[in-house]
Nanobody, 127 residues
Framework: QVQLVESGGGLVQTGDSLRLFCTAS????????MAWFRQAPGREHELVAG????????KYADSVRGRFTTSRDNAKNTEYLQMNSLKPEDTAVYYC????????????????????WGRGTQVTVSS
């Protein structure tokens, strides 16, 4: 089993930056595909960014590409989401998710594809 805990969310203004953290326990993330999803009120989960187990394959939503960067530190068993130039439409609960997957050939994009989830951290961007 893998336990994921997100942190780093908060209330910021348009144009500000935030860095989200996803700390894992129970398993090493070095053998897991990791992803960040978000859910705004009244909307479904949306894939924001993610990386394959090796980090060689990454994926970003069109709405965040160039502004958000995902990375991981296997020694700290932590996944990061650096969010720059934040916009009000980025307001959502952000979730960290992990999948038992050591493939670098395909990146899974649906919430149902992921085995483990954190409880989320709220990000609010004021205009």
């Amino acid at each position: 089993q893998v336990q994921l805990v997100e942190s780093g969310g908060g209330l910021v203004q348009t144009g500000d930056s935030l860095r989200l953290f996803c700390t894992a326990s129970g398993r090493t993330i070095s053998a897991l595909a990791m992803a960040w999803f978000r859910q705004a009120p009244g909307r479904e989960h949306e894939l924001v960014a993610g990386s394959s187990w090796s980090g060689s394959l990454t994926k970003y939503a069109d709405s965040v590409r160039g502004r958000f960067t995902t990375s991981r530190d296997n020694a700290k068993n932590t996944e990061y989401l650096q969010m720059n130039s934040l916009k009000p439409e980025d307001t959502a609960v952000y979730y960290c998710a992990a999948r038992d997957d050591t493939s670098d050939h395909y990146f899974w994009t649906r919430p149902a594809d992921y085995d483990y989830w954190g409880r989320g951290t709220q990000v609010t961007v004021s205009s």
